[in-house]
Every structure is written in structure tokens, then in C-alpha cells.
């Protein structure tokens, strides 16, 4: 059974600090990896995709991605109250028909 | 920019009724598909496909159907609801191969009384 696992939270940050999202799987062919925003009562939005090890940085947002150690993580700098969401994790699950697995996302709350 | 549209936005029904969730994706991608996510239980995928007249169960399919009569158009079909299907489905697109991203529509809440 393929896997993403992440801490559900509640994650509590100051406002401006920077926020720390963690995801582990467990399928190691996995080749694609996002990251989705979800506010509550709202669908999920894609805010980051990566494919390669290393960091990839968009704005605030940084992903990065260790295929060896099987994880992947975003960083969201100077934290603000509006990036209070539910952070959803994905990865392909193999194959060509472009399923993702999803973990079950961290709750991230910033703290005017 | 990828716009995946749902027909509602909530919906109410009696357990028992036929219900048709329908989602229209603009972007000529050949995969669709349809989550439900509850509290607790995350994103589970119900069914998908990957073209025309093609289908495939996900991990939850029992009770659903689907159909997929155009490429842009995927519907989700409760034959006879019951309060169990009382969740937030949500349509997503993407395209074959390549990097495997998912566009999500604004989801649909049903509740099934």
C-alpha cells in the first residue's frame, strides 16, 4: 500500500516566521511531488510542484525534495495570517495514468 | 489558466434519490477524477479516467458509477443515495503523462437526508 504521511498539526507559527511542512512516502519510483493549499470549506489549490532533489523556490514558498531519505517539505517564509489553510501533500503513484496519493494534511495556523 | 467547473456547489437529497454530480474541465486534459474527502480520512479517490468511455475504480467505488461521454465532461452517479455518501466530492483534471499535476474544481457538498 503506497503512503504519504504527514503530521496532521495543528502547526502554530508567529506571524513572519517561517513555517515548516513535513511529508514522508513510501513509494520510491515516485517522480512528481506537489504541494496543495486547501482554506477550509474550499477545494485544494496547487502551489507547488517538484520533480528533482534539491530546492525549488517560488515567492515565499520553497519545496524541497530528498528521494533518497524518501521526503519531501515547503517552507513558507515571512508567515501570514492569510496562509492559515490545510497543507495537502502529493505524489504520483506509479504507473502512466497520472494518479496522485495524497496525505491527509497539516493544519497550519499563523498568529497575528 | 486550468478552470474546472462543478455543477453545485451544495446539494441536498433524500436517501433513496439518483444523484448526478457533473464536472467540465477546459483545458483538453485526458484524465479525470473524482475524490470525496471527509474529516479525518483525507482525499479517497472513487473512480477515474483517462479517456473517452473509459473508467476505472479508485479506492472507493462501491455505490458510484460514472460516465464519461466527452473528453471535458466527467459525471459521478449515486444510483440510490444513502446518508453514508453525505460528503465533499471533488472533480479534478490533469494531463496523461507528463508531470502528473491535478487541477481541482470548487467541490461539490452533499448532503443526503
Known amino acids: 500500500q503506497k503512503e504519504v504521511e504527514q503530521n496532521s498539526g495543528p502547526l502554530s507559527v508567529p506571524e513572519g516566521a517561517i513555517a515548516s511542512l513535513n511529508c514522508t512516502y513510501s513509494?520510491?519510483?515516485?517522480?512528481?511531488f506537489f504541494w496543495y493549499r486547501q482554506y477550509s470549506g474550499k477545494s485544494p489549490e496547487l502551489i507547488m510542484s517538484?520533480?528533482?532533489?534539491g530546492d525549488k523556490e517560488d515567492g515565499r514558498f520553497t519545496a524541497q525534495l530528498n528521494k533518497a531519505s524518501q521526503y519531501v517539505s515547503l517552507l513558507i517564509r515571512d508567515s501570514q495570517p492569510s496562509d492559515s489553510a490545510t497543507y495537502l501533500c502529493?505524489?504520483?503513484?506509479?504507473?502512466?495514468?497520472?494518479?496522485?496519493?495524497f496525505g491527509k494534511g497539516t493544519k497550519l495556523s499563523v498568529k497575528p | 489558466d486550468v478552470k474546472v467547473t462543478q455543477s453545485s456547489r451544495y446539494l441536498v437529497k433524500r436517501t433513496g434519490e439518483k444523484v448526478f454530480l457533473e464536472c467540465v474541465q477546459d483545458?483538453?486534459?485526458?484524465?479525470m477524477f473524482w475524490y470525496r474527502q471527509d474529516p479525518g480520512l483525507g482525499l479517497r479517490l472513487i473512480y477515474f479516467?483517462?479517456?473517452?468511455?473509459?473508467?476505472e475504480k479508485g479506492d472507493i467505488p462501491e455505490g458510484y458509477s460514472v460516465s464519461r461521454e466527452k473528453k471535458e465532461r466527467f459525471s459521478l452517479i449515486l444510483e440510490s443515495a444513502s446518508t453514508n455518501q453525505t460528503s465533499m466530492y471533488l472533480c479534478?483534471?490533469?494531463?496523461?503523462?507528463?508531470?502528473?499535476?491535478?487541477?481541482f474544481g470548487p467541490g461539490t457538498r452533499l448532503t443526503v437526508l
Open positions: 479534478a483534471s490533469g494531463s496523461l503523462g507528463g508531470n502528473n499535476e491535478q487541477f
Open positions: 483545458m483538453d486534459h485526458e484524465n
Open positions: 479516467s483517462y479517456d473517452v468511455k473509459m473508467k
Open positions: 517538484i520533480y528533482s532533489n
Open positions: 513509494d520510491r519510483v515516485s517522480q512528481s
Open positions: 502529493a505524489v504520483n503513484g506509479g504507473g502512466s495514468q497520472g494518479n496522485l496519493i
